[in-house]
């Protein structure tokens, strides 16, 4: 609208300056003339309303406002003498509103530096929400909040929750997930057809993450050995867990149970299609097929392996969890980067992990 009323204002100065050399006569025939004209207007608009912008309502009111209403009665326009008066008053009220409006410090903007990176990491990770950004951000020592996340994708025109996860238990098992772990089978397919079953284990405290093989046939022998595995490498690493989530899937035998029981550790089963009993377990399963299984063509069960293990350590040494406020499993959040000056220059590289699948950040050395 400004840019419309400084043109309408300089191209009728320039006008009024054209009018000077003109005699009475030639100014007095152009007048009858430019009446005539709107007469033929108005008639061949009657009963429609003219089709005005803020600009031009802006532009009739300071120009014919100090006009008296006798004066504006007699000329013919294309709206009534009072509009023209009500533009005047809706001006003056604006004005005086911005003027007596007190001059309150806002939110200071958000740092172009960090704009431009959450930008770049939803570009380069469409299927990052605001909390993943945020989370990212976190793990870079970026003092954000999700709101200014969400709010600078939006101001952007992207989604700010491309995909929304589902509510889950998380106050139910946060309470309980001491000396509790969980496992399941995650089903893929390499480019021959062939069918891969992985199996894998979280831990519900830490949210760590182990993979205990993948083969494309689970046979009884196969899943009790990984089972073995599972209660050596906790063994080693001095954890102590009292119960062990897992579905009814035919793939476990009784076998395996009792080698965790030998260990201490109770099987509890879920109940029968109802996945949310083992949401953790299930919220990984999705994770990982989101982001590995689904975006990689898995030519062999040794590429299959490969891959596995570096979305393992991904998992857990990099990527945040809102549940450990945004820390990895095996990497504490940095403290948040107080320096002004080191904010504006942020200097990120990126590392990428299975060909480019996966996007790992941090500051540059």
Same mark, same amino acid.
């Given at each position: 609208?400004? +840019?419309?009323?400084?043109?309408? /204002?300089?191209?009728?100065?320039? !006008?009024?300056? *054209? #009018? #000077? @050399?003109?005699?009475? *006569?030639?100014?007095? &025939?152009? $007048? #009858?003339? #430019?009446?005539?004209?709107i007469t033929v207007l108005q008639r061949q608009l009657a009963g429609t309303r003219p089709a005005l912008d803020p600009a031009d309502r802006a532009f009739l009111a300071a120009l014919?406002?100090?006009? @008296?209403r006798e004066s504006l009665r007699r000329l013919r326009l294309i709206v009534h003498p009072d509009t023209v008066l009500r533009w005047h008053r809706d001006l003056v009220r604006r004005r005086h509103a911005e003027r007596s409006r007190p001059k309150r410090p806002g939110r200071p903007r958000t740092v172009a530096s960090i704009r431009r990176l959450v930008l770049r990491l939803?570009?380069?990770?469409?299927?990052?929400?605001? %909390? *993943? +950004?945020?989370?990212?951000?976190?793990?870079?020592?970026?003092? $954000?909040?999700?709101?200014?996340?969400?709010?600078?994708?939006?101001?952007?025109?992207?989604? @700010?929750? @491309?995909? %929304?996860?589902?509510?889950?238990?998380?106050a139910f098992? %946060?309470? =309980? /997930?001491?000396?509790?772990?969980?496992?399941?089978?995650?089903?893929?397919?390499?480019? !021959?057809?062939?069918? =891969?079953?992985?199996?894998? +284990?979280?831990e519900h405290a830490t949210r760590r993450v182990r993979i205990l093989g993948a083969t494309a046939h689970p046979t009884a022998a196969w899943v009790t050995q990984a089972a073995r595995n599972l209660v050596m490498d906790l063994q080693d690493?001095? $954890?102590?867990? *009292?119960?062990l989530i897992r579905d009814h899937d035919a793939k476990f035998p009784a076998r395996f149970d009792e080698v965790l029981a030998d260990a201490g550790i109770a099987v509890v089963l879920t109940g029968i299609r109802m996945p949310r009993m083992n949401a953790v377990m299930e919220r990984w399963v999705r994770?990982?097929?989101r982001e590995l299984v689904d975006r990689?063509? &898995?030519w062999n069960q040794a590429h299959l392996l490969r891959a596995l293990r570096e979305f393992e350590s991904h998992y857990n040494e990099h990527r945040p969890h809102r549940t450990l406020r945004q820390s990895a499993p095996l990497h504490t959040a940095p403290e948040p980067i107080t320096d002004q000056a080191r904010i504006i220059e942020l200097d990120v590289r990126r590392h990428d992990r299975v060909g480019g699948v996966l996007h790992e950040y941090e500051h540059a050395a």
């Amino acid at each position: 609208m400004l +840019v419309r009323l400084a043109y309408l /204002a300089v191209s009728n100065a320039f !006008s009024a300056l *054209r #009018l #000077l @050399p003109k005699g009475d *006569r030639e100014k007095d &025939i152009e $007048i #009858l003339s #430019l009446r005539q004209q709107i007469t033929v207007l108005q008639r061949q608009l009657a009963g429609t309303r003219p089709a005005l912008d803020p600009a031009d309502r802006a532009f009739l009111a300071a120009l014919l406002a100090p006009l @008296p209403r006798e004066s504006l009665r007699r000329l013919r326009l294309i709206v009534h003498p009072d509009t023209v008066l009500r533009w005047h008053r809706d001006l003056v009220r604006r004005r005086h509103a911005e003027r007596s409006r007190p001059k309150r410090p806002g939110r200071p903007r958000t740092v172009a530096s960090i704009r431009r990176l959450v930008l770049r990491l939803v570009h380069e990770n469409p299927a990052w929400g605001y %909390r *993943r +950004v945020h989370g990212e951000l976190a793990m870079l020592g970026i003092k $954000i909040a999700a709101s200014t996340v969400w709010q600078i994708l939006k101001d952007a025109g992207i989604d @700010p929750a @491309p995909e %929304r996860a589902a509510t889950t238990w998380g106050a139910f098992l %946060r309470s =309980q /997930a001491e000396g509790i772990l969980a496992c399941d089978f995650l089903e893929t397919f390499t480019l !021959s057809g062939q069918r =891969q079953c992985v199996l894998a +284990v979280i831990e519900h405290a830490t949210r760590r993450v182990r993979i205990l093989g993948a083969t494309a046939h689970p046979t009884a022998a196969w899943v009790t050995q990984a089972a073995r595995n599972l209660v050596m490498d906790l063994q080693d690493a001095g $954890i102590t867990v *009292r119960y062990l989530i897992r579905d009814h899937d035919a793939k476990f035998p009784a076998r395996f149970d009792e080698v965790l029981a030998d260990a201490g550790i109770a099987v509890v089963l879920t109940g029968i299609r109802m996945p949310r009993m083992n949401a953790v377990m299930e919220r990984w399963v999705r994770t990982c097929r989101r982001e590995l299984v689904d975006r990689t063509l &898995i030519w062999n069960q040794a590429h299959l392996l490969r891959a596995l293990r570096e979305f393992e350590s991904h998992y857990n040494e990099h990527r945040p969890h809102r549940t450990l406020r945004q820390s990895a499993p095996l990497h504490t959040a940095p403290e948040p980067i107080t320096d002004q000056a080191r904010i504006i220059e942020l200097d990120v590289r990126r590392h990428d992990r299975v060909g480019g699948v996966l996007h790992e950040y941090e500051h540059a050395a």
